[in-house]
């Protein structure tokens, strides 16, 4: 199965840039990159997705590179609202065949004003 | 709003009861998944319909099935419940079978409480 870390926690001012890294050292060859946001008890919300360089969609940006061996989710100028926990997944090719989505701790960031 | 239904929002039943969770997909969705989410498990992936057949299984409990109506909606059965199936249960969808690139979208949950 495919392993992701990330850490735990992060701060991070209003206004500022904050950067989440990934690494995802046996990401398999076919696998995406995948980032989820969640909110309290609400269900995860897709962010962005990416196989690799740079990917960049309205809310934020994410950078994958040529070894694919970790990945850094960027988020510009956060604000409170951002507050969540922030998941990283790459693909999980289960015993079925299928992809299955296999969520860790994720990283839960604070925006503080 | 993800478009993908959760009822009830809330339950609250005793040990060794059963409850039905239910969900329905976004319009057009046919792979519905369900996931448990605890504060010491984390978010675990459950069970995963296609078009009304299971085709991925996760971290389920034998007391708990699930299955996927023609209609495409899905329900969860939990049986014998214990205190620790205490929980927020989320239905996901997608449009197709699981690919590579899946999206998934999560339904606001319903919060299991067993007493």
């Known amino acids: 199965l495919a392993k992701t870390t990330q850490p735990i926690s992060m701060d991070s001012y209003e206004g500022q840039e904050v950067n989440i890294t990934c690494s995802h050292n046996?990401?398999?060859?076919?696998?995406?990159i995948t980032w989820y946001q969640q909110f309290p008890s609400q269900g995860p919300r897709f962010i962005i997705q990416g196989y690799k360089t740079k990917v960049t969609n309205e809310v934020a940006s994410l950078f994958i590179p040529a070894d694919r061996k970790s990945s850094t989710l960027s988020l510009p100028r956060v604000s409170l609202s951002d507050t969540a926990v922030y998941y990283c997944l790459v693909g999980d090719l289960n015993g079925a065949g299928s992809y299955q989505l296999t969520f860790g701790k994720g990283t839960k960031l604070s925006v503080i004003p | 709003d993800s478009g993908v239904t959760q009822t009830p929002k809330h339950l609250i039943t005793a040990t060794g009861q059963r409850v039905t969770l239910r969900c329905s997909p976004r319009s057009g969705d046919l792979s519905v998944y369900w996931y448990q989410q605890s504060l010491d498990q984390g978010l675990q992936f459950l069970i995963q319909?296609?078009?009304?057949?299971?085709?991925a299984k996760g971290n389920i409990l034998e007391r708990f099935s699930a299955q996927q109506f023609p209609d495409l909606h899905s329900e969860l059965n939990l049986s014998s419940l214990e205190l620790g199936d205490s929980a927020l249960y989320f239905c996901?969808?997608?449009?197709?079978?699981?690919?590579?690139?899946?999206?998934?979208?999560f339904g606001p949950g319903t919060r299991l409480t067993v007493l």
């Open positions: 996901a969808s997608s449009p197709r079978l699981v690919t590579i690139d899946n999206e998934q979208f």
């Open positions: 046996n990401i398999a060859t076919n696998d995406y």
């Open positions: 319909y296609y078009n009304g057949e299971e085709r």
